[in-house]
């Protein structure tokens, strides 16, 4: 059983920065892959970034080289440093971890970028 809380969201201007935060939380803290969807009003849920205990690491074309995700030692904590936003950047994002055969979500953070 995993719980997650998402944190960082909120207003900034286009090329601006964004850091937002994800920690893990229940009787287990062994989660093999952490990352971030995000969904904007009428599109679908994407995968932007993911981080795997195994140190991989993926990112959508559209934020490769402007967005870095992390994970601390303990793997708790999930990061997602956004740099160089773009309106289109705009959207609700969402912690995601996968557990074993489980997945599971948070409850999402609002990020808009405008001027």
């Known amino acids: 059983q995993v719980q997650l809380v998402e944190s960082g969201g909120g207003l900034v201007q286009p090329g601006g920065s964004?850091?937002?935060s994800c920690v893990a939380?229940?009787?287990d803290f062994e989660i093999n892959i952490m990352g971030w969807y995000r969904q904007a009003p009428g599109k679908e849920r994407e995968l932007v970034a993911?981080?795997?205990t195994g140190g991989r690491t993926y990112y959508?074309?559209?934020v490769k080289g402007r967005f870095t995700v992390?994970?601390?030692?303990t793997n708790k904590w999930v990061y997602l440093q956004m740099n160089s936003l773009k309106?289109?950047?705009t959207a609700i994002y969402y912690c995601n971890a996968q557990q074993g055969g489980n997945n599971y979500w948070g409850q999402g953070t609002q990020v808009t970028v405008s001027s």
Do not use: I, K, T, V
């Open 70 to 73: 992390s994970r601390d030692n």
């Open 18 to 20: 964004l850091r937002l």
């Open 87 to 89: 309106p289109e950047d």
């Open 60 to 62: 959508a074309d559209s």
């Open 50 to 52: 993911g981080h795997s």
């Open 25 to 27: 939380s229940g009787r």
